[in-house]
Nanobody, 122 residues
Framework: QVQLVESGGGSVQAGGSLRLSCAAS?????MGWFRQAPGKEREGVAY???????SYANSVKGRFTVSQDNAKNTLFLQMNSLKPEDTAMYYC???????????????????WGQGTQVNVSS
């Protein structure tokens, strides 16, 4: 079982920044950030592979950056130029230990953190 613990959420005004962290008990090949707003489905935000390959949802490209500290098994999401529509619960997730590919598809991730809330006011 991979344990994931997110932190760093909070409330900011539009245009502000937040940095989310995810402490993982171990890393798998594919680690990702997802979010879920009230009344909406969970959606992929960004992923990063063990080798450092990244991918982003179109809605956050150019504003969010995913990174990792492999030595510390920690995943980060730097969020800049935040918008009210970024308001959501943000989750860290990992694919299975045997996975060798990465994606932003929610159903492919088997390990999930408890989430951290991000609120962006206008």
């Amino acid at each position: 079982q991979v344990q994931l613990v997110e932190s760093g959420g909070g409330s900011v005004q539009a245009g502000g920044s937040l940095r989310l962290s995810c402490a993982a008990s171990e890393y798998t090949y594919c680690m990702g950030w997802f979010r879920q707003a009230p009344g909406k489905e969970r959606e992929g935000v960004a992923y990063i592979t063990r080798g450092g390959t990244t991918s982003y949802a179109n809605s956050v490209k150019g504003r969010f950056t995913v990174s990792q500290d492999n030595a510390k098994n920690t995943l980060f999401l730097q969020m800049n130029s935040l918008k009210p529509e970024d308001t959501a619960m943000y989750y860290c997730a990992a694919r299975s230990r045997s996975a060798t590919s990465c994606s932003l598809l929610v159903g492919l991730f088997v390990y999930w953190g408890q989430g951290t809330q991000v609120n962006v006011s206008s």
